[in-house]
């Protein structure tokens, strides 16, 4: 998506370790036209494709998985990184390693919240080992939903893991593909 690249270019900023920074436009402060033409894309590259449910990972994909949910029709359901006294105590986990925060989170998703009904897209402001990915589609499968695919705001193409999903037979959207990074620079596909 060429307007999500644009951005990137002009204010992402490249931190030191491979983290780049986004957080003046897509999530910490959000630039809510951006995310809508975000969320037209994902609906229509998942048009046709039965979604009824889209869910992501607490906090920085809520803002897109919600706007992609309104755009596509239905629900949007967040997977917590802890658990809190008002989530039910019968929850769908599983444990995800987070490149950016360099720790292990339980992911929780409550039981009321995903059946074998649900055709489910999953959406998440980055890709890059896809260990979130992978966690949220294992929860999936504890609940007997089908995952019709992955939209993702932006790929590190570099760090593999979406080309490992995909070899997987799983399908992923990325609207902006890195194909390198270092500290003071970053390429597209």
């Not at 490249?14 to 037209?40: E, Q």
Request: charged share 20%; with cysteine; net charge negative.
């Amino acid at each position: 998506m060429k307007e999500l690249e644009e951005r990137i270019l002009s204010e992402g900023r490249v931190l030191p370790g491979g983290v780049l920074k986004v957080d003046g436009f897509l999530n910490h402060r959000i630039d809510t036209a951006l995310l809508y033409d975000m969320a037209l894309e994902i609906g229509r590259l998942f048009e046709g494709c039965g979604v009824n449910k889209v869910l992501t990972v607490e906090a920085s994909g809520i803002a897109l998985a919600s706007m992609a949910g309104f755009v596509m029709g239905c629900p949007m359901v967040f997977a917590k990184k802890s658990r809190t006294s008002n989530i039910a105590a019968d929850v769908y986990t599983a444990q995800v390693a987070s490149f950016t925060h360099g720790n292990v989170n339980t992911l929780m998703v409550s039981k009321s919240w995903l059946s074998a009904e649900d055709r489910v897209l999953i959406i998440d402001d980055f890709l890059a080992t896809g260990a979130a990915l992978i966690g949220l589609r294992d929860i999936c499968a504890q609940a007997g939903a089908e995952v019709v695919g992955a939209a993702i705001s932006i790929e590190k193409v570099f760090q593999g893991g979406g080309n490992r999903l995909r070899a997987e037979g799983m399908r992923i959207e990325s609207l902006a593909k890195i194909a390198s990074m270092t500290d003071s620079s970053l390429e597209f596909c």
